[in-house]
C-alpha cells in the first residue's frame, strides 16, 4: 500500500507540473510554428526587429552595369553655409546660443544693442510728428482753398510740405527695416537656416560692427561628396547619374552634378562632385567615405548580397510585410561586387532586410547555428 500511495503522488507532481509548463510555455505552439512555416510566414513584431537590428531597404531599379569605387571625402555645402555679421555698430547684450548648438530656421542667436538704432529710432518718432503736423495743415487748407477762401499757392505749398514731410519718414522706416529684426533699441540676430552653429567669435559684453563676423551657420541637410576617380573611370560618369555613399556599414543616395575638366598633374585622377541629402544626419563634413557609382543603362533590381540566403539549393529575401516577413525566391543573373542582379522574385517598392538575415533563416528552417535540430 506504501509503494502504490508513493507512485500515486508521483504521478499527480507530474501532471501538475506538465500543466504549469503549459500556462508559462510561449504563444507559439508547435503546432502553430509548423503552420507558420507552411505558409512561408516569419512573424516578428516590430519591436522585436528592432531589438535584433535587422535593416530594412526599399527595393529600387538601378543601373546594372559595372560597379566603380571612388574614394571621397564630405565637405560643407557653400550654398547652405552661412556668416551671420551685425550690420550696425552695438554691444552684444544677450548670447541665445553657443558653438556647437543645433539651431532652426529663424531662432535667436544673439541681441544687440545699438546706439545708432536708438538715434534712427528718435528721428523717426520726430518725422512721424512733423508729418502728422503737416497733414493737418494740408487738410485744413485743401479745405479753405475748395470754399475759395485762401490762394492755390498757399494750398499747393502745404500740400508739398505734407508730401515732403511723409516721404523722409518712410525713408527713415525703410532704413530701419533694412537691419532686419529692432525691438525697443536691440537688433536680434535671428539662423538664416536650419542647421549647426559651426563657429562663435563672440561673447556677451563685447562691441561688435559690420566687419565682425559672429557666427558661422551651416545647415548640413544637403551636402557635397568630393570623390577622385581615375581616368578610366571618370570617362564611364556622366552628370546626373545617381551614385551610393557608403560610410562604414550606412549607405546614403546621392546624384553626381559635376565631373572634373583637369586630371590632378599628381594623383592622375579626375575630382567628382556628388550631391546627397542628408536626412537622417548620417554624414559629418571631413568624414571619409566611399562613392559607388554603377556604370551602364540598362536598369534592374539590384540588392545587396547580404540580403540573399541560401536555403535547399535556392537563393531567398525576406520580404517585409504587415506581420514580419516572407521568404521569397529569386531568381538572380549575375554578382556586382557585393551585389546581385536580381531578375526575377521582387518588386520596386518592396521592403527587404538586408541585415540579420541567418538569424531569419534559422528561424525559418528551424535549425541553430550550430546546425542543431530543434
Known sequence: MKKIAVLGLTLLL???????????????TPKE??????????HLEDSAIKDLGIKIQVVEKRRAGRLIRIPAEVVENPL?????????????????VKEGDRVKKGQKLAEIYSPELADLIGEIEMARVRTETAKKIYERDKELYEQKVIQYTRFYTSQMEYERALGELKALEEKLKSYGEVRRYHLILRSPVNGYVVTQNVVEGESVGPDRKLFDVHSHDVLWVYGWASEKDAKSLTRGIKGSIRASEDSLRCRIDYIGHEVDQKTRRVKVRCVAKNTQH?????????LE?????????VIPKSAVQEIEGKNIAFVRTKDGFEPRELHISRELDGYVVVE????????IAVSGTVFLKTKLVGVEEGGHAH
Request: net charge positive.
Open 344 to 351: 526575377e522574385g521582387l518588386k520596386e517598392g518592396e521592403r
Open 80 to 96: 547652405l553655409s552661412f556668416t551671420v555679421y551685425s550690420p550696425v555698430e552695438g554691444i552684444v547684450r544677450k548670447l541665445h
Open 14 to 28: 507530474a501532471v501538475s507540473f506538465e500543466a504549469g509548463a503549459d500556462r508559462y510555455s510561449p504563444k507559439e
Open 33 to 42: 510554428k509548423k503552420e507558420e512555416h507552411e505558409k512561408g510566414e516569419i
Open 293 to 301: 557609382v554603377t556604370t551602364g543603362r540598362e536598369r534592374k533590381i
Open 282 to 290: 548620417l554624414l559629418k563634413p571631413g568624414m571619409f567615405v566611399t
